[in-house]
C-alpha cells in the first residue's frame, strides 16, 4: 500500500508539474507572438492600412488619413467579421471617428456621417449594395460612395434622401440579391435600390461559388451543435487557431501572408478556375433580373451599374488578369441583361487624372467621388422623369 501511495503521488506530481510547465511555456509564446506580430502582421490578425500610401489620397488630410489607417487596423486585429444572418458573414459594429459600422438584425451598415437637407422632411430611402468598394474600404465615412451619393442626390431633388451603405467585402451580385430579398421583409422599404458591381462578381462569382464565403466554416458549426444535441458521436477535443503552438506554426508557415486583405482566406478561390464568359455572363444577368423582378412588385426603382474597375489596365499586376478582363468584359457585353435598369460606368475613371486607387481593386477619396457623381447623374435624370418614386 505504501508503495502504491508512493507511486500515486510520484505520477501526480508529474503530471501537474508538466501541466503547470506546459501552461506556461503557452503563455510565453503568447507573450511573445503578440509582441512580434504587432510587427509583421502574421500574428495579430490582418494590418489593412500596408497596402495603401498616403500618397494615394488626393483630399484627406494627413491626421485623417492616419485615424482612417488606425481604425481599419483596429478592426482587423480585433474581428472584421461577425455572423450574417443570411448572406453569412458582414462586417462587425463599430464606434470610431472615422469607421462607425451600426449593428442591424437583418445586416449591418456603415454609417455616412453626413446630414440631410431638411432633417424634417420625410426621408426617402435609398439601398446601396455592393462590396468593399461601396463599404469604402480604406475611407471614412464621409468619403465613401453612399456618402456622397446621399448629398448628391439630396441637392438634385430637395428631398431628405438617406442612402443606407450595404456594401460588403466580398459580397458579389448572388449575395446582394439574397440579402435585398431578406430586407423586403421590413415594414419601411426602400424607395430606390442601387447595385454597384463588377470585381467581385469576376473575382468570385467567377470562379463558379454557388455559395457565400465563410459557408463550409458555418456549415462545421451547425453539424457540430446537432451532433451534440442529438447525442452523436463528435469530436470532443479540438486545438483552436489562437493556441499558441498553433500561432507559432503559423509565423513559418510561407502560406500564412504577412498582409492580407480580410481576416481569413477560402481554399475554394485558389483552387477554382475561372468560368466561361457565357457562364458569368448567366450568372449575373439571372440576378439582376431576379433583383428586378422583385423591384417591380415592391414599387421600387432599382439601378445596376457595372464599376470600374483594373482589370482592364494591362500593365497590372494581377493574378491571371487577361482572363479576369474578358470576363469583366463578358459582363459589359452580357446580351442577356434586358432591363434599361442596367449602366455601364466602368470607364468612368478612364480619363481622371491619377491616382484613383488605393490599390488593385479599391477607390480612393476622388475616385470614390467620381463614381459618386456618375451614379448620380443617371439616378437624377431618371427621378426627373419618374418623380413618383420619391413618394
Excluded at 477535443?237 to 502560406?255: E, N, V
Excluded at 487624372?353 to 437624377?380: E, W
Aim: charged share 20%.
Amino acid at each position: 500500500m505504501k508503495n502504491f501511495l508512493h507511486l500515486y503521488k510520484t505520477v501526480a506530481t508529474l503530471l501537474l508539474t508538466t501541466t503547470l510547465l506546459f501552461l506556461l511555456v503557452c503563455y510565453l509564446i503568447k507573450g511573445a507572438l503578440d509582441l512580434v506580430g504587432a510587427s509583421i502582421g502574421k500574428l495579430s490578425g490582418p494590418v489593412y492600412s500596408k497596402k495603401w500610401s498616403s500618397a494615394d489620397y488626393t483630399y484627406l488630410t494627413q491626421d485623417t488619413i492616419k485615424q482612417v489607417w488606425n481604425e481599419f487596423d483596429n478592426m482587423g486585429k480585433e474581428m472584421t467579421f461577425t455572423h450574417s444572418p443570411y448572406a453569412t458573414f458582414q462586417e462587425s459594429p463599430r464606434t470610431g471617428k472615422t469607421l462607425n459600422i451600426i449593428n442591424d438584425t437583418i445586416s449591418n451598415y456603415r454609417s455616412n456621417s453626413s446630414s440631410n437637407l431638411e432633417q424634417n422632411q420625410k426621408p426617402v430611402f435609398v439601398w446601396m449594395f455592393g462590396g468593399s468598394s461601396v463599404f469604402g474600404w480604406g475611407l471614412p465615412d464621409n468619403e465613401t460612395i453612399p456618402a456622397h451619393l446621399q448629398k448628391l442626390l439630396s441637392k438634385c431633388t430637395g428631398r431628405n434622401i438617406n442612402v443606407v451603405n450595404y456594401g460588403h467585402a466580398y459580397y458579389w451580385s448572388t449575395m446582394e440579391s439574397v440579402l435585398f430579398s431578406a430586407l423586403l421583409q421590413r415594414k419601411e422599404k426602400s424607395h430606390i435600390a442601387i447595385f454597384l458591381d463588377g470585381f467581385n462578381d469576376v473575382e468570385l462569382g467567377g470562379r463558379g461559388l454557388e455559395e457565400p464565403l465563410l459557408s463550409n466554416k458555418v456549415q462545421q458549426i451547425v453539424e457540430n451543435y446537432t451532433r451534440l444535441e442529438s447525442g452523436a458521436e463528435h469530436n470532443w477535443l479540438q486545438l483552436l487557431p489562437a493556441f499558441p503552438p498553433s500561432r507559432l506554426g503559423r509565423l513559418w508557415d510561407p502560406a500564412t501572408p504577412s498582409s492580407r486583405f480580410l481576416s481569413f482566406t477560402d481554399p475554394r478561390t485558389q483552387s477554382k478556375e475561372f468560368v466561361s464568359p457565357e457562364a458569368i455572363c448567366q450568372m449575373y444577368s439571372g440576378n439582376i433580373a431576379r433583383i428586378d423582378a422583385l423591384s417591380t412588385v415592391e414599387a421600387i426603382l432599382p439601378f445596376f451599374f457595372l464599376q470600374p474597375t483594373r482589370f482592364l489596365e494591362k500593365e497590372l499586376k494581377y493574378g491571371d488578369r487577361e482572363k479576369a478582363s474578358g470576363l469583366f468584359q463578358a459582363l459589359a457585353s452580357c446580351a442577356a441583361i434586358s432591363t434599361a435598369n442596367f449602366h455601364d460606368i466602368k470607364d468612368s475613371l478612364a480619363t481622371v487624372a491619377s491616382p484613383v486607387y488605393l490599390d488593385t481593386s479599391h477607390y480612393n477619396d476622388r475616385g470614390s467621388r467620381v463614381v459618386a457623381q456618375k451614379i448620380a447623374d443617371v439616378v437624377c435624370s431618371r427621378l426627373a422623369d419618374q418623380p413618383s418614386f420619391l413618394r
